[in-house]
């Protein structure tokens, strides 16, 4: 069982930047491979980045690269999302993920545990 905690989501004006924080509860956390997923509302949950179990391999949904990074911390149990040039299509409720296994994957069906969500709203 592993529980996700995000954290770090809020307001920001276009153009700004969030950096977005999920915890851990896994005993070793490098066994599973992490991801972020978003939803706006009316829209399905997308996925947005995905790094694997080591933090070598990382990959992006296309609207947020060179944008978004995704990083990780095994030590310290955290998964992060550093979110600069914010948009306004942006805004979303953002989840953390994790799935069993070292490697990545954008499919949402492929992971087990969800957090809770965090809010990020950017204004125009």
């Known amino acids: 069982q592993v529980q996700l905690v995000e954290s770090g989501g809020g307001t920001v004006q276009a153009g700004g930047s969030l950096r977005l924080s999920c915890a851990a509860s896994?005993?070793?956390?490098?066994?599973?491979?992490m991801g972020w997923f978003r939803q706006a509302p009316g829209k399905e949950r997308e996925f947005v980045a995905t790094?694997?179990?080591?933090?070598?391999?990382?990959s992006y949904t296309d609207s947020v690269k060179g944008r978004f990074t995704i990083s990780r911390d095994n030590a310290k149990n955290t998964v992060d999302l550093q979110m600069n040039s914010l948009k306004p299509e942006d805004t979303a409720v953002y989840y953390c993920?994790?799935?069993?296994?070292?490697?990545?994957?954008?499919?949402?069906?492929?992971?087990?545990?969800w957090g809770q969500g965090t809010q990020v709203t950017v204004s125009s």
């Open positions: 790094i694997s179990g080591s933090g070598y391999s990382t």
């Open positions: 993920a994790a799935r069993s296994g070292p490697n990545r994957s954008g499919d949402p069906s492929l992971y087990r545990y």
């Open positions: 896994a005993r070793t956390l490098s066994t599973y491979a």
